[in-house]
């Protein structure tokens, strides 16, 4: 009976090919649509993801501020922070690590014939604990290394295929500002920060060495220092001793505006992370649409299919077919276009999500949870718009319907 019903179906489909492949266009956009779009919003939050688990967990920066007020004068770049400041804060309930770094402008990187611009990087050890950066090639460098100033450097992934290819580069030599410093080891990839770096085009050497043989800074200053709390509760207590303490220690007097900044990564992380969600449910929100559209496509097509097939219904009827039999052969049609629509939609979904990776340099995600969501909630929208004109024509009068011309 059913295969019987199912090749009654695909005859009438037949029939009208034209009218057949407009019905089904509605759906395969829509399917197409959705697909494509839920892999665009779930890249954005992946991208996000990676980006805050790049970055480490409950972490603040600290850093001076770009002016201070003094006198009702604004100055620019009056206020600094120092590694005193940052040895400080080591005594301070709830912090677990604390790493002080310079991150002046980036410079050329030689190595041999080849060369390229990296970001210098001064810190201290603690720092690769504070970011949880692993070394995945060679070993650290150490405080006695800080403190002797040494000429050695830690390079990113992409720093060490710019310049070394497929070569190991630990051991050998690089120039920075025509100083040499030996390649200790090779961090992990990063990817990107929130701000859009690349960490992978990082270099990291010793602090002092920095400050006196890169970029003849003296007197300890520093621009950043990275604070990882104990523990994500423990922050917002860390964040006010910590802004309590720099008040103290830089002399900051009751009224008076800081001159450094406490920035909280993990809030920045969640607010980017909830952003890429919204985004993401939108972008599919506008897709559904076209979802709805070719529902109704459906339901209009079928309804003109219902009025052409009037007499051949009441002979049907006429015959013995009851009204089961009608209701179940017009919804089988609009079922068959329905999936027929959403296999399509859901194969130019998928090409146009491996496209827009390609040559949109956009991260996408295509998950078979969103591919079988998006294709389920088509054939329930066909299967919904199909059965008013099925039902309709299961319950025309016979004798009205055989006079139907």
């Not at 992978?200 to 200053?221: C, H, N, Y």
């Not at 219902?306 to 006429?318: D, F, H, L, P």
Request: hydrophobic residues 50%.
């Amino acid at each position: 009976m059913l295969i019987a019903m199912l090749g009654e179906a695909w005859r009438a489909m037949g029939a009208n090919r034209l009218r057949s492949l407009l019905t089904m266009l509605g759906m395969v956009i829509g399917v197409g649509a959705v697909v494509l779009m839920m892999a665009v919003g779930q890249g954005a939050q992946y991208a996000v993801k990676q980006s805050i688990s790049a970055m480490g967990s409950n972490l603040f920066i600290v850093s001076a501020s770009l002016s201070t007020t003094s006198g009702g004068v604004r100055r620019a770049g009056a206020a600094k922070i120092t590694v005193a400041d940052a040895e400080a804060m080591m005594e301070l309930p709830g912090v677990e690590v604390v790493g002080q770094s310079l991150h002046p402008a980036p410079v050329q990187v030689i190595h041999g014939q080849a060369n390229w611009t990296a970001s210098i990087v001064g810190a201290v050890p603690e720092y690769l604990d504070a970011r949880s950066w692993d070394v995945v090639s060679g070993s650290r460098f150490t405080e006695s290394d800080v403190k002797a100033a040494t000429r050695v450097a830690l390079i990113g992934q992409n720093v060490g295929r710019k310049l070394f290819g497929d070569e190991d580069p630990v051991g050998k030599v690089v120039r920075i500002k025509q100083q040499p410093f030996v390649v200790l080891g090779v961090l992990a990839p990063k990817g990107q920060s929130l701000d859009g770096r690349d960490q992978d085009d990082s270099i990291i050497v010793p602090l002092v060495t920095a400050q006196r043989k890169l970029f003849g800074q003296t007197g300890g200053g520093i621009n950043m220092i990275m604070v990882k709390a104990e523990s994500l509760e423990a922050m917002p207590s860390v964040e006010q001793e910590m802004r309590a303490l720099l008040r103290q220690r830089h002399r900051i007097r009751e009224g008076m505006e800081n001159d450094f900044s406490i920035r909280d990564l993990t809030a920045t992380a969640n607010t980017a992370a909830e952003t890429a969600k919204v985004m993401s449910m939108l972008l599919g929100s506008i897709a559904s649409v076209s979802l709805l559209v070719g529902g109704i496509g459906i339901m209009n097509i079928m309804l003109v299919s219902v009025t052409e097939r009037t007499r051949e219904i009441g002979i049907r009827m006429a015959l013995g077919a009851r009204e089961g039999a009608i209701l179940a052969q017009f919804l089988l049609e609009a079922i068959i276009m329905s999936v027929i629509g959403c296999v399509i939609g859901l194969l130019l979904g998928l090409v146009g999500a491996e496209l827009f990776r390609r040559f949109g340099n956009t991260t996408v995600v295509v998950s078979g949870g969103s591919a079988l969501v998006a294709f389920g909630v088509a054939l329930s929208v066909g299967v919904f718009f199909g059965y008013y004109p099925a039902r309709k024509a299961a319950l025309l009068d016979p004798i009205e319907a055989l006079r139907y011309q």
